[in-house]
Nanobody, 129 residues
Framework: MQLVESGGGMVQAGGSLRLSCAASGGTFSTYTMGWSRQAPGSEREFVAVINWNGLRTYYGDSVNGRSTITRDNAKNTVSLELTSLKPWDTAVYYC???????????????????????WGQGTQVTVSS
């Protein structure tokens, strides 16, 4: 599965951004999808995850209440809306696909980066104060 992120950019603190990830080359609708981010000198951090049918979502503590993850299985896309952005939200944001389809995962929704097997190239988000 190939994943391509878009929508990053520079925004002032307090602003909003909508990131998108387009998937191709696989059965998108059967996989949990997630977003992670990595700031310079920091570990990759879990941001949000959405299960295969969009009915279950989980968020990292740092963005909980300020972000919304959605997916469109007809268009093979997953999106992340970020609001009330802070300077510490500055990072490269990566889209990722679960290592295993729902038929294998059953009800498990991974959040750790080890649970994801395909990653996009990332899109830079820079929040200025």
């Amino acid at each position: 599965m190939q994943l391509v992120e878009s929508g990053g950019g520079m925004v002032q603190a307090g602003g909003s951004l909508r990131l998108s990830c387009a998937a191709s080359g696989g059965t998108f609708s059967t996989y949990t999808m997630g977003w992670s981010r990595q700031a310079p000198g920091s570990e990759r951090e879990f941001v949000a995850v959405i299960n295969w049918n969009g009915l279950r979502t989980y968020y990292g503590d740092s963005v909980n209440g300020r972000s919304t993850i959605t997916r469109d299985n007809a268009k093979n896309t997953v999106s992340l809306e970020l609001t009330s952005l802070k300077p510490w939200d500055t990072a490269v944001y990566y889209c990722a696909m679960d290592r295993f389809p729902q038929s294998v995962r059953k009800t498990v929704v991974p959040t750790a980066k080890e649970g994801f097997g395909s990653w996009g190239q990332g899109t830079q988000v820079t929040v200025s104060s």
